[in-house]
Nanobody, 124 residues
């Protein structure tokens, strides 16, 4: 059974940066799409970024030019580098994974493994 553990969340001022990490255990991430979603209080979970096994990736318009995703298959880890953070980025960030997915999806229903989430709070 796959386990995903996020880390790196915290409190940061607007304009600052954070890097989230998601470490997978239980199986290799080779051949799997890894992604990040987020959920703000009172809102539905929304897509942030995802990266396929071959490096192809997709992103939400709201994070274009600010958030970057990368993966280290040797470490079974995916990263989300978040720059120029805004108060509206405040949310719980969730790591997710789906093996065998050819094109990274923006739909949470397409993923079947999820982490517990890490809180990101951006103050104005």
């Amino acid at each position: 059974q796959v386990q995903l553990v996020e880390s790196g969340g915290g409190l940061v001022q607007a304009g600052g940066s954070l890097r989230l990490s998601c470490a997978a255990s239980g199986r290799t991430v080779n051949g799997c799409t890894m992604g990040w979603f987020r959920q703000a209080p009172g809102k539905e979970r929304e897509f942030v970024r995802a990266i396929g096994w071959n490096g192809a990736n997709t992103y939400a318009d709201s994070v274009k030019g600010r958030f970057a995703i990368s993966r280290d298959n040797a470490k079974n880890t995916v990263y989300l580098q978040m720059n120029n953070l805004k108060p509206e980025d405040t949310a719980v960030y969730f790591c997710t994974m789906k093996c065998g997915m050819v094109v990274p999806s923006r739909r949470d229903d397409d993923y079947d493994s999820w982490g517990q989430g890490t809180q990101v709070t951006v103050s104005s």
